[in-house]
DNA sequence: CAATGTATCAAACAAAAGTTTGTCAGAGGA
DNA sequence: TCCTCTGACAAACTTTTGTTTGATACATTG
């Protein structure tokens, strides 16, 4: 096991190593349950190799966030751009604006290349980390989701505005849950909800979603 | 600290004080997170207690788990009861439905007295443990989620069943969310969405997720 | 009163944790 | 060739972890 890691003469290899074994194991467990020493262990690099690239072990959750969510969010931001240059004047659609906010994770989750399906996850799950230092790490996250009040202000223009930040805490709900609990979905369903596409699930959402905003507007 | 402990006679009270503290602390961080250490300073016991009540770290978690979990499925189902046997024959209200699932928790929520509330969020957050002990513990309490599902095709009887286990999950993510980010739509709205009243939230999530139910059923 | 069992305590235990250190091999530039 | 810098390594470091151990005080029971 020792004796293969120095085939390799690529540098970023290491790092990148173990970047993808600590976004899978920071994705299905919790930052304290994880140890450095298993982390380095399953990548095969040397113990000290993560305070030598990240400087702690904090900071290797750090990169490991970083590393994707800048892509996450313009997938995101470009996609509600898109529909709000379709329809530069009056009224914009409900339904694209949340396929925006939903579609792009959704589609990463089953994305079986690269580490993509396991950093949806790892992003759920390290959103409920309490340490202040990640907390902040998260935080900047949530300013994107401010860019789609405007747009969801655009689609509903006769709803007050706390009636949108509620229809969007609602909406990003039930796209969490997707993330973290389709695993028990499959369960409780005794395999009935066996889902393999992206699309699919992306319909049933935004559909769920847009009707359950809608009922806001009409039944006032 | 350690002088004032021994003036209180009754037994059961070290025992309590733990379930309290480690409830809380649980709620808020992860298991390995949180040290048996830190519970019992808090607590102001002796750092042997745990392993003497509860035999292990992992036994304390199991009993912070059923302290409350029997009282809560309890008043859910009763609800359900309460609204089946209020219509015997005939289509179910879905409005009742969704709201003896989500209605009790929520309303444990924002009870102040005793520790209602800190349970909730330890739920959420101890449902995303993944040592197999605790799943087994978790997926046990699932079950008493399938019997909201009789009760949901009798309030959809025109839906299939894998429909319904849908309309189930992006309710619970909905009302999941609201235990564990409820803290950051107050955040992310600037305060706008200050809640109080457990009425105001239950009335929305009911209202949302029935709409976006309802949309499965008639736009078919 | 004597005996028993329970609850609490300080102390120690072994294991695991994150981090630091010093060394060595090798590539690249002067 | 010599020097320098980077990366990888084993080893050790200091804390912290969960758990166990006896000893002691006290209430209850015989």
């Known amino acids: 096991m020792s004796s293969q890691v120095s085939q390799n003469p690529r540098r970023e290899q290491v790092r990148d190593r173990i970047l993808d074994v600590a976004e899978r194991m920071f994705a299905s467990q919790s930052f304290a349950a994880v140890s450095v020493r298993h982390i380095t262990a399953e990548a095969g690099v040397n113990l000290a190799a993560i305070n030598y690239y990240f400087g702690s072990k904090a900071g290797l959750l750090k990169a490991v966030f970083l590393r994707r969510a800048t892509d996450l969010n313009r997938e995101r931001l470009g996609q509600l751009q898109a529909v709000l240059a379709a329809h530069p004047s009056g009224p914009v659609p409900l339904d694209g604006v949340l396929r925006a906010l939903v579609e792009p994770p959704i589609r990463w989750m089953f994305d079986p290349s690269r580490g993509h399906a396991v950093f949806i996850q790892f992003l759920a799950r390290c959103q409920l980390e309490d340490e202040p230092e990640f907390k902040a790490l998260f935080y900047e996250d949530v ?35 997707t993330f973290t609990h389709l695993e028990r979905l499959r369960f409780i369903s005794n395999g009935m909800c066996d889902i393999q596409q992206a699309d699919e699930v992306v319909a049933r959402l935004v559909e769920f979603c847009a009707a359950g905003i809608a009922a806001r507007v009409g039944g006032r």
Not at 155 to 175: D, N, Q, R, S, V
Request: proline share 9%.
């Open 143 to 177: 300013e994107h989701l401010r860019r789609f009040m405007p747009a969801l202000a655009r689609a509903l223009p006769t709803l007050p505005e706390t009636e949108l930040y509620w229809c969007l805490h609602f909406t990003l709900g039930a796209m969490h849950y």
